[in-house]
């Protein structure tokens, strides 16, 4: 018999009280539960609801999966999947990748804290504190299988994660009728948060960006055969790794990172990384020109797994085949180093047909950028075909701008699936219900 | 770790059940009791944060004294019960004893209050409260019509094929409610809220109708206007049970029409819910309170009670109107209302009262003798009572001030002498409820931690000092078991309550109706239910029927447009409970909630500082724009303690209602601007 939270929102009222007896029971010092509203600022023409939510201890823990430094476990007895904050480094892949915003970043302690389903208490025979302490049966902790999976609301995301998780009673509202019709603000005024570029997402740019830069330049080499020890060469390979520490609050638990290679798409890109780095550093100064080669091989697989890791968050279209993924700009970032004339044209032309392709007008600032970022490429390739200016440092300047911005513009568009930004998105195209009965 | 069962004594609706356990004298868990069928899923986010308020470290443990600068410090009990037995001793016999108000509050229901009555009789008689700062009005109008104040068990509510809830936030205050409500609307009933305000109850109903404050009675007596015009009564039910039907039909003169003008609801919608109300039986009406803290608050409660009396929505299942439920108040030798009364029957005159709507006012004009000392227990007179400015000066320019207290609240912090208060686990005591029917138990769980001292002991040590002679067993030893063995002796006349079933859980009250008034027997002079009561005009001066009487200002009050609302916050119960972080991590900071419209037009911005202001003084604020408050009023949640901002009751003057003297809270008008 499979248990988990039964949840009947015709009884919640957002007393917060499951979140309460959460944070009385455990230790957490991070909200693990929290009540979250559809239509929070009340407007009269939308439903009004809330959800009580924690983790849902997914029978596919995708949290567990991508975490690199397995600080995930499952504990069998009570079916709960549990981090230990003593292994996490602080990586918030989970975060990403949990679309139920249930593991918690707590920017004082570095670590991630989440939801254990009160492991304990179960052992005790005793419920979870939070479904025992809501006072109307809103949130109960109960056998899931004869509950209909399907009976749940349109901005609930991903069943397929089988979470022990179901709604109970009504899913869909209808909004409130208020008399006089006129009295209240009919609309939502507010828009969904704008996606910001935060310092860890900096840190995240720079490896991937340079990343990418040593593997082009490497491969260069080879294809011009210039193979030589250069100063720059070392600390393009190096510079990736110095900033992806920076984005880990427990960066002296980094060694761990490679545990979860079986599993975890962050893992193997860590695993890659530091492949790719001895081989090239050894082929470089043993002058063997046949390792090399291995070097510029696992430096591709590098960026693959680079961009796998972020296509493994967010299975969409905007990732796997956003133009500024890593691959692709490698292969245009080569053929441009190598004074590969066709070959840039032509992955020039994809990459900007991928953007038109995936562009959709924001009204923000954020357009111009697209633009801005179109032109340097049609700048930088206009010199190469004209051959006046290449390899000018002005058009290398150009060029690898265009490309840093491309880069930052994925992380723009990159958003793994997160159920606030659902609640916020089903409200703003009006998906809701708006007949009465 | 052990486990007991006992029940929460807040002055509250619910008064849950709920399941301790106890490890190393600290509370570890808190359970819910199934047992208890109108609290069956446990206590609400109050109930649970006594994990964090029993063993609380801003508790105060220790008695304190204050200094010449202002500052407390610890002094021995011995000490302070010495200080407070002489002075006492002596302002009685230099002003005589009625120069000491006792005032208690409601912070913590059970019979062990009496002992209190008992020590103060001995002393030789105090100033004491009449009135009541929470329900009387409504008591009164329900007692006057009705003969007493009792309703449906709440698990009724179910049967109910429409439920008006008029004025009541259950989703806020008595949160069990809400289950009750919800399988009703799975049934297939009608839910309908009545108030100003889209409360997050609105949110658990089919549909809302928003009135203007203060105008209930206008809306009650139109829908009784349309139900009569078109038969929408049940006649038999008039003919055999109620008296003064023909007056109060011929009486009314409040048309749809005119009531659109005063309520602001459309006429023809006030005659679609007459006749969701006329045709959708058994119908439950579940009045508030907020909407009897008016000045016209009795006459409003009797309007609407009145809907329910003449459609024949009383004494059957499904139906009623729930108004208070005091058939566990079983052992009040003085029955609630009539306990509010300035000289009730049955009390032997030991006192002389002030109005507790009117304190401040009150406590500056008495004379012969002028107030001299003030001994506060339960309570936080400071910040809960109208007119708190008021207040605040009159229990400065006292002599001498003893609080006891638990923590520091602004009450406290005026204290000459704070002596620390029990919590509801350091001992026993029984409590009733005023929504479910049971008497329940509450045992003592905790040893007291530091010098805390229950009220019985505190008035057992200072009775011993002031060589007060009282007679055998009024004021218990010290000790639990002297405790219990007092309450075995006060419930001696209950055969079906025994202290040890109580220990196993809540016990039905005695004589209980499950539906009330079932025999359709009502303790009226008429033995009917009085739609007309020359009672109501003898006592209180208002029209025999019910009548609705349009609040009037005063003049000055023009220049301050905004109705202020002060109503109960979902975490608080008045001002307990704010001061716990469970409690402000899972609640929206304290704020000023303005509607869109108003805020636009003064041009303030959701977060700013406000100030809000009219003739009794003014408070700094927060303010929150808010699409729930309509245009015309804001809300304040009463309970906020001064350091957070403070509670509105700075600017609500001291008015009683129209009846039961009681507190009308939601007569005041604000301005407000932004602060700079």
């Given amino acids: 018999m499979k248990k988990g939270f039964v949840f009947n929102q015709s009884l919640c009222v957002n007393c917060k009280a499951c979140s309460a007896a959460c ?35 997914c029978e596919i823990p995708v949290c567990m999966m991508g975490c690199p430094v397995s600080a995930y476990r499952y504990d069998s007895l009570s079916e709960a999947v549990i981090v230990d904050e003593s292994k996490c480094f602080g990586c918030k892949y989970c975060v990403w990748n949990c679309p139920y915003d249930a593991p918690k970043y707590d ?42 999976p399907m009976n749940t609301t349109e901005w609930f995301p991903e069943n397929e994660l089988s979470p022990s998780f179901r709604f109970k009673g009504i899913t869909k509202n209808i909004p409130l009728r208020i008399i006089p019709d006129s009295l209240f603000i009919k609309k939502i005024n507010s828009v969904p948060e704008e996606k910001k570029i935060r310092r860890s997402d900096w840190s995240l740019i720079l490896f991937s960006f340079f990343s990418m830069l040593s593997v082009s330049f490497i491969a260069s080499l080879l294809l011009k055969g210039e193979l030589r020890d250069s100063l720059l060469l070392v600390i393009l390979l190096f ?27 962050l893992s193997r890109e860590i695993a890659a990384y530091l492949f790719y780095v001895i081989i090239s550093i050894t082929s470089v100064f043993s002058h063997a020109p046949w390792l090399l080669v291995v070097a510029v091989v696992s430096g591709l697989l590098l960026l693959l797994a680079i961009d796998g890791v972020y296509i493994y968050s967010q299975k969409d279209p905007v990732v796997y085949l956003h133009s500024g993924q890593t691959f692709i700009t490698a292969l245009l970032l080569i053929s441009f180093l190598s004074g590969s004339v066709w070959p840039f044209i032509f992955i020039a032309c994809i990459k ?21 970022r179109n032109a340097l490429l049609l700048v930088a390739g206009a010199s190469i075909i004209s051959g006046i200016s290449y390899p000018q440092l002005s058009v290398i300047i150009i060029f690898l701008t265009g490309e840093f911005l491309d880069r930052i ?29 | 770790m052990d486990e007991f069962i006992t029940a929460c004594p807040r002055n509250c609706y619910s008064t849950c059940t709920f399941i301790v356990q106890v490890s190393g004298n600290r509370i570890k868990r808190i359970l819910p009791f199934s047992g208890n069928r109108a609290t069956p899923e446990g206590p609400c986010i109050k109930g649970l944060s006594y994990i964090e308020r029993s063993s609380s470290r801003d508790r105060i443990i220790y008695p304190l004294i204050r200094k010449k600068d202002g500052t407390f410090i610890r002094i021995p009990s011995d000490e302070a019960l010495d200080i407070i037995s002489s002075r006492l001793g002596s302002i009685r016999n230099r002003y005589g004893s009625h120069s000491i108000l006792w005032y208690r509050g409601s912070g913590m229901s059970g019979l062990t209050n009496e002992i209190g009555y008992s020590f103060w009789k001995a002393f030789g008689g105090t100033t004491i409260t009449y009135g009541n700062l929470c329900w009387p009005a409504g008591l009164e109008a329900v007692r006057l019509t009705l003969g007493s104040v009792k309703h449906n068990v709440p698990w009724d509510l179910v049967n109910a094929k429409t439920i008006i809830i008029w004025g009541k936030n259950p989703a806020e205050t008595n949160v069990h409610e809400i289950r ?39 809306l009650a007596l139109a829908i009784a206007k349309v139900l009569i015009d078109n038969g929408l009564i049940d006649c038999e039910f008039i003919n055999n049970h109620v008296a003064g039907y023909e007056s109060f039909r011929d009486s009314l003169n409040i048309t749809p029409e005119s009531a659109e003008e005063i309520t602001g609801i459309p006429a023809g919608d006030i005659i679609k819910l007459a006749f969701m109300i006329g045709k959708g039986g058994p119908v439950t009406f579940l009045p508030g309170y907020g909407l009897q803290r008016h000045i016209n608050g009795g006459q409003t409660v009797r309007s609407i009670l009145a809907l329910a009396v003449i459609t024949g929505n009383i004494g ?54 002028v107030l001299k000392t003030a001994f506060i227990e ?14 605040s000066k009159a229990f400065s320019s006292m002599e001498f001030r003893v609080v006891v207290e638990q923590f520091m609240t602004d009450t406290a912090k005026i204290a000459d002498i704070i002596l620390p208060a029990k919590n509801m686990f350091e001992q026993s005591d029984i409590i009733g409820s005023y929504w479910s029917p049971y008497v329940q138990f509450k045992p003592k769980i905790l040893e007291s931690p530091g010098e805390v001292m229950p009220e019985s002991e505190i008035y057992y040590e200072l009775s011993k000092r002031l060589g007060l002679v009282c007679s055998e067993n009024q004021i218990p030893e010290p000790g639990n078991q002297n405790i219990e063995n007092w309450l075995k002796e006060r419930i001696k006349g209950y055969s079906d309550l025994q202290l040890e079933d109580l220990r196993d859980g809540p016990v039905i009250a005695p004589g209980l109706q499950e539906i009330a008034y079932h025999d359709f027997k009502f303790e009226t002079e008429t033995g009917k239910i009085e739609i007309y009561s020359q009672t109501a005009y003898e006592k209180w001066n208002v029209s025999p029927v019910p009548e609705y009487v349009p609040i009037k200002r005063k003049d000055e009050e023009n220049n301050f447009p905004l109705v202020l609302i002060t109503p109960n916050a979902s975490g608080r119960i008045h001002s307990q409970f704010g001061n716990l972080k469970v409690i402000a991590e899972n609640s929206e900071t304290p704020a000023l909630m303005i509607s869109p419209e108003d805020a636009e037009r003064r041009k303030i911005s959701d977060g700013c500082r406000i100030r809000i202001y009219n003739e009794s003084g003014e408070l700094f604020t927060a303010v929150r724009i808010s699409n729930r408050i309509p245009s015309g009023a804001v809300l304040l949640h009463n309970g906020i303690w001064m350091e957070e901002g403070g509670g509105g009751n700075i600017l609500i003057s001291g008015r009683e209602t129209d009846m039961g003297y009681g507190s009308a809270f939601h007569d005041n008008m604000v301005e407000i601007e932004l602060a700079d």
């Fill in chain 2, 180 to 218: 009750f409500i919800a399988e009703a609307r799975n049934r297939g009933a009608k839910v309908v809220l009545i108030d100003p305000v889209r409360t997050p109850s609105a949110d658990k109903t089919d549909m809302m109708y928003s009135i203007n404050p203060g105008t209930d009675a206008a």
């Fill in chain 1, 352 to 372: 900007i047909l991928i953007s038109i392709y995936l562009y959709k007008p924001s009204g923000r600032n954020i357009d111009i950028l697209r633009h801005i």
């Fill in chain 2, 316 to 369: 059957k299942q499904g139906s009623g109107f729930n108004y208070a439920n005091l058939q566990s108040y079983i052992f009040d030798s003085v029955k609630e209302p009539d306990s509010y009364y300035p000289d009730p029957k049955n009390d032997s005159p030991f006192r002389r009262t002030l109005s507790m709507a009117k304190l401040g006012q009150d406590m500056m004009n008495a004379s012969d003798p």
């Fill in chain 2, 378 to 391: 339960r309570g936080n007179p400071i910040l809960q009572s109208p007119d708190s400015n008021k207040v």
């Fill in chain 1, 409 to 437: 513009l994925f992380y723009f568009d990159f958003e793994p699936t997160n159920i606030n930004n659902l609640i916020y998105k089903h409200i703003a195209e009006g998906k809701y219900e708006t007949e009465r009965d």
């Fill in chain 1, 23 to 57: 944070s009385l029971e455990n230790n957490f010092t991070v909200k693990v539960r929290n009540v979250l509203t559809y239509n929070r600022e009340a407007a009269a023409s939308v439903p009004l609801s809330h959800l009580s939510i924690a983790c849902n201890h």
């Fill in chain 1, 107 to 148: 920017p004082v302690k570095g670590v991630i804290g989440k939801c254990h389903f009160c492991y304990s208490r179960l052992g005790e025979g005793i419920e979870p504190a939070c479904s025992s302490g809501c006072p109307t049966g809103a949130l109960s902790y109960a056998d899931l299988s004869e509950l209909n």
């Fill in chain 1, 239 to 265: 510079l990736p790794g110095v900033f992806s520490v920076f984005h880990l609050s427990k960066w002296y638990r980094a060694w761990r990172a490679v545990f979860n290679f079986k599993s975890s798409p």
